[in-house]
Nanobody
Framework: QVQVVESGGDLVQAGGSLRLSCTAA????????MGWFRQGPGTEREYVSS????????SYADSVKGRFTISRDNGKGTLSLQMNSLKFEDTAMYYC???????????????????WGQGTQVTVSS
């Protein structure tokens, strides 16, 4: 049974930083492209960032580009999201996502994701 678990969410002031982490048990971590989505109150789940199975390719939503950095450690089976210069509009539940690397669909589409975590809450106060 696959278990994806996020951690690191917190309440932070605007301009501050947070680091989210994700672990995935029950799957071969290196066989999966990994990433983050978020969902704010009354909004749809939206793509934030992703990283290829080997770590060589990264992608970001325009809204976080230059502020967030995604990384992974396949040896430890962990995914991280360093979030700097946080804004009020970054407030959301953040979800870790895994997609098998052999799938051709677009990671940015939630329907393409194979496994989701339960989410970790990030709240940015203005």
């Amino acid at each position: 049974q696959v278990q994806v678990v996020e951690s690191g969410g917190d309440l932070v002031q605007a301009g501050g930083s947070l680091r989210l982490s994700c672990t995935a048990a029950g799957l071969t971590f290196g066989d999966y492209d990994m990433g983050w989505f978020r969902q704010g109150p009354g909004t749809e789940r939206e793509y934030v960032s992703s990283i290829s199975w080997g770590g060589s390719g990264t992608s970001y939503a325009d809204s976080v580009k230059g502020r967030f950095t995604i990384s992974r450690d396949n040896g430890k089976g962990t995914l991280s999201l360093q979030m700097n210069s946080l804004k009020f509009e970054d407030t959301a539940m953040y979800y870790c996502a895994a997609r098998a690397r052999w799938k051709a669909c677009d990671f940015r589409r939630a329907s393409c994701i194979d496994y989701w975590g339960q989410g970790t809450q990030v709240t940015v106060s203005s």
